[in-house]
């Protein structure tokens, strides 16, 4: 059956660079004068031939920089605790849980691309779905960094997992919690399998591409001497849908759980069955903006344009701002039951939320989460990369202020007026997440100096079935 | 000098036998993976049935072609999954319903809702991790070495050709008939493989 994904004629259109369909989207999934041997060269050809390293040795060191201060920041926090951070009581979760939610969202965009978008069998996803896997990962473990961190004695932090102590305790099953603790790691691990199925045969490549000795000792080792035979690629195939079918209830479940950790509490604010999809979609957003973020100027850099065409942005930009309306529609939601529940404290909650204390950066969050991404319903913006960068930053900006507003400012005013208290973050709290951006970076620049970031499988297959005329 | 004449003459000339390098099999390059995969089906029809095709990128059918069986991945990640299902559920219901029971809230100690969401990961997680180890146990991998990468121009498996190698421990093997064969199925090169 002809789907819209790649069946459209294309056509010339003297006034953009790239070839259109009729309707006038970008119509290239990869380009027209790709070969198999051309791919392989130019993909494995970054790891082994690392091009422009006064480019990445500049950012290397800044993210580096960056790294450094988040490991004094931890350092520093691990001899004082957590009182070196802006939280009190009742605001006791702060820039840390809302950093982890944040992460979190973002890396829900790799497996989202890789695996849903693999089951519904959009081809775009092909040349994105390794670097967005790659962005998960190290999301996920900047994610994973800030709970513990929090614990207030995160050397014992193993006393989440259930395992027969010699104290006979058990982790509290009922919490949603330690519903997170699951939640993420099962995430992290399959994530990290999903992507080393993937990357195992581009190894190969980069082993069989290699000129020197330890190059090829190295990938030979990393790709477990992958030979590409027909009986390692129907093992190899089937494992790799059957991880990305049981992914994709994953990814949707992982941000339940984590909204569960709000949407089980009592407080207003928090308190909302909306809560679970809200999170799902708001996750997705952040991850497609982020993914939006790194992809653009790392395809003009290593000139990448011919593989990752503006079409794939084009789709991003689209898949970005359909979950932005479910976000909206989830704000709309919260403002109307905390009328329709006619629950003073509710009430309250969402009256403060836009004209209380923290009024100024609920109305930042509206600006940067909801009216800005509005821009993306013009094809013009969608298809110019510097436009569709700023768009990107703005959503990804606005997906942190928002985690900020509902963790932030809906335990700053709870039932009692005597507990209610302001939230004001300290140097510490700003260099730890700055310092995990640094982290995150410095993975990711790492991750594309060895590892080649683009499927060069998957980009043949691409390039088989146009030969094939199914494209 | 007489005398090292004489030793010389007197031995017996020396039968070295010059083994050939054992034989792997023979390999046939393609350039198309449609030829790769008319090519399996033939030798599969002409009766070979130890022989293997390497693709750089995975042939729909190619399998089959060979006469392979369905992959039993499905099966591992289903068997992992139920393990990983019952096992969680009853871990939980053992450490909150027996070693550490807490009331909360005079609910029942099996509280099942509550133990769904951890039971449902753990599900997902043993079920991928069992498909995940059931490629290298399947594939025999990691095998850092095979008699396959002996050939120079197998490098190009991972790249741009395609490549079909009949073993040599096939019963139907014969050095000059399977060369025959094998250049027959507009292989652009057909090269044997060393042991």
């Known amino acids: 059956m002809d789907t819209i994904q790649g069946s459209e004629p294309r056509m010339p259109d003297p006034s953009k660079p790239y070839p259109v369909t009729v309707l006038g989207y970008p119509a290239e999934m990869i380009g027209p004068k790709e070969t198999y041997a051309r791919v392989s060269d130019q993909i494995a050809g970054i790891p082994l031939k690392h091009p422009?390293?006064?480019?990445?040795?500049?950012?290397?060191?800044?993210?580096?920089?960056?790294?450094?201060?988040?490991?004094v920041a931890v350092g520093y926090l691990l001899f004082k605790g957590v009182g070196i951070w802006g939280i009190n009581i009742p605001i006791a979760w702060g820039f840390a849980i809302t950093n982890f939610v944040w992460w979190i969202g973002i890396g829900h965009a790799g497996t989202f691309i890789s695996a849903i978008l693999l089951l519904l069998h959009q081809k775009w996803r092909?040349?994105?779905?390794?670097?967005?896997?790659?962005?998960?990962?190290?999301?996920?473990?900047?994610?994973?960094?800030?709970?513990?961190?929090?614990?207030?004695?995160?050397?014992?932090?193993?006393?989440?997992?259930p395992y027969p102590d010699t104290m006979k305790l058990w982790p509290q099953f009922r919490s949603p919690l330690v519903w997170d603790v699951f939640a993420v790691s099962t995430y992290f691990l399959v994530s990290l399998m999903f992507w080393y199925l993937g990357v195992m045969p581009d190894l190969a490549t980069v082993r069989d591409k290699a000129k020197t000795k330890w190059k090829k000792i190295i990938y030979g080792i990393s790709c477990m001497g992958w030979r590409g035979s027909a009986r390692h690629w129907q093992h190899h195939q089937s494992a790799y849908l059957l991880?990305?079918?049981?992914?994709?209830?994953?990814?949707?479940?992982?941000?339940s759980v984590v909204s569960f950790d709000f949407a089980v509490a009592q407080l207003p604010g928090w308190h909302s069955t909306i809560f679970p999809p809200y999170f799902v979609a708001g996750a997705i957003y952040s991850g497609f903006a982020m993914v939006l973020n790194l992809l653009i100027p790392i395809r003009r850099l290593y000139r990448l344009q011919n593989l990752i065409t503006t079409r794939t942005l084009n789709n991003m930009a689209c898949v970005t701002l359909v979950t932005g309306w479910m976000v909206i529609y989830g704000y709309i939601m919260e403002a109307f039951?905390?009328?329709?529940?006619?629950?003073?404290?509710?009430?309250?909650?969402?009256?403060?939320?836009?004209?209380?204390?923290?009024?100024?950066?609920?109305?930042?969050?509206?600006?940067?989460?909801?009216?800005?991404p509005q821009l993306l319903w013009s094809r013009r913006i969608r298809t110019h990369d510097?436009?569709?960068?700023?768009?990107?930053?703005?959503?990804?900006?606005?997906?942190?202020?928002?985690?900020?507003?509902?963790?932030?400012?809906?335990?700053?005013?709870?039932?009692?007026?005597?507990?209610?208290?302001?939230?004001?973050?300290?140097?510490?709290?700003?260099?730890?997440?700055?310092?995990?951006?640094?982290?995150?970076?410095?993975l990711l620049l790492l991750f594309i100096r060895y590892v080649p970031m683009i499927s060069i499988t998957e980009s043949r297959e691409l390039i088989a079935l146009r030969r094939e005329g199914q494209l | 000098m007489t005398r090292e004449k004489t030793s010389v003459t007197a031995l017996p000339e020396p039968e070295i036998e010059y083994e050939e390098p054992a034989l792997f099999g023979l390999m046939a390059e393609f350039e198309e993976h449609e030829q790769l995969l008319a090519a399996a089906r033939r030798a599969y029809a002409e009766g070979y049935r130890r022989m293997d095709a390497y693709s750089p990128f995975p042939i729909d059918g190619l399998a089959e072609a060979l006469g392979h069986e369905n992959s039993p991945i499905p099966l591992f990640t289903l068997a992992g999954g139920i393990v990983g299902g019952l096992g969680t559920y009853f871990m939980e219901w053992l450490a909150m319903a027996k070693l550490y029971p807490i009331n909360v809230g005079g609910r029942p100690l099996n509280s099942w809702p509550n133990f769904i969401p951890v039971t449902f990961e753990l599900t997902i997680l043993i079920a991928s991790i069992s498909a995940f180890?059931?490629?290298?146990?399947?594939?025999?991998?990691?095998?850092?070495?095979?008699?396959?990468?002996?050939?120079?121009?197998?490098?190009?498996?991972?790249?741009?050709?395609?490549?079909?190698?009949?073993?040599?421990?096939?019963?139907?093997?014969e050095l000059s008939q399977t060369r025959k064969f094998l250049e027959s199925l507009a292989a652009a090169k057909v090269v044997e493989v060393e042991q």
């Not at chain 1, 703005?394 to 942190?400: C, F, L, R, Y």
């Not at chain 2, 025999?140 to 050939?151: G, Q, S």
């Open chain 2, 133 to 173: 180890l059931g490629v290298f146990l399947l594939n025999r991998l990691p095998e850092p070495h095979h008699p396959v990468f002996n050939v120079p121009e197998f490098e190009r498996a991972s790249n741009d050709r395609f490549f079909l190698c009949i073993q040599a421990d096939d019963p139907k093997f």
């Open chain 1, 52 to 71: 422009h390293p006064k480019f990445w040795l500049t950012c290397f060191a800044i993210a580096g920089s960056l790294f450094l201060m988040f490991c």
């Open chain 1, 386 to 442: 510097l436009a569709l960068f700023f768009v990107a930053l703005s959503v990804n900006v606005g997906m942190w202020v928002e985690r900020f507003v509902i963790v932030v400012q809906s335990l700053h005013h709870d039932f009692v007026p005597s507990s209610w208290k302001m939230y004001y973050p300290t140097k510490w709290d700003v260099i730890t997440l700055l310092g995990s951006i640094g982290m995150f970076l410095m």
């Open chain 1, 243 to 255: 991880l990305g079918g049981l992914a994709t209830p994953l990814v949707l479940s992982v941000h």
């Open chain 1, 337 to 372: 039951m905390a009328w329709y529940s006619n629950d003073p404290f509710e009430k309250h909650m969402m009256w403060d939320r836009a004209f209380g204390s923290y009024g100024w950066v609920f109305w930042g969050l509206m600006l940067l989460n909801c009216v800005i």
């Open chain 1, 126 to 161: 092909t040349t994105i779905n390794r670097l967005t896997e790659a962005m998960t990962l190290f999301a996920v473990m900047c994610a994973g960094m800030f709970p513990l961190l929090h614990l207030g004695r995160p050397w014992v932090f193993f006393w989440l997992l």
